[in-house]
Nanobody
Framework: QVHLVESGGGLVQAGGSLRLSCAVS????????MGWFRQALGKEREFVAA????????YYADFVKGRFTISRDNAKNTVYLQMNSLKPEDTAVYYC????????????????WGQGTQVTVSS
């Protein structure tokens, strides 16, 4: 397993942007698929985006396609989520996740999770 720490959340107006970061400890980071999930108050956790160990391909939930971009820097052991054109419905706690298997990760069954970072989008 790896240890994950998210950062970059905050309060932003609708239409604004935020970039989330997930710092990963562990020498095997480059072999892990990485992903972002979110959970809004009173709702179930849902998949947002994922990226393979090589950085390509990437996967997105339909509701963020064209607005969010996932990327990774294996030299820095960090994965990012650039969020543009934010909407109030994007308000949630965003979690970083890691797993050696991309399918397991996307299914939400990843082996490692961060503590989450709050994103609040005001209207």
């Amino acid at each position: 397993q790896v240890h994950l720490v998210e950062s970059g959340g905050g309060l932003v107006q609708a239409g604004g942007s935020l970039r989330l970061s997930c710092a990963v400890s562990g020498r095997t980071f480059s072999s892990y698929a990485m992903g972002w999930f979110r959970q809004a108050l009173g709702k179930e956790r849902e998949f947002v985006a994922a990226i393979t160990w090589s950085g390509n391909p990437t996967y997105y939930a339909d509701f963020v396609k064209g607005r969010f971009t996932i990327s990774r820097d294996n030299a820095k052991n960090t994965v990012y989520l650039q969020m543009n054109s934010l909407k109030p419905e994007d308000t949630a706690v965003y979690y970083c996740a890691a797993d050696p298997n991309r399918r397991t990760l996307v299914a939400g069954d990843g082996g490692s999770w961060g503590q989450g970072t709050q994103v609040t989008v005001s209207s």
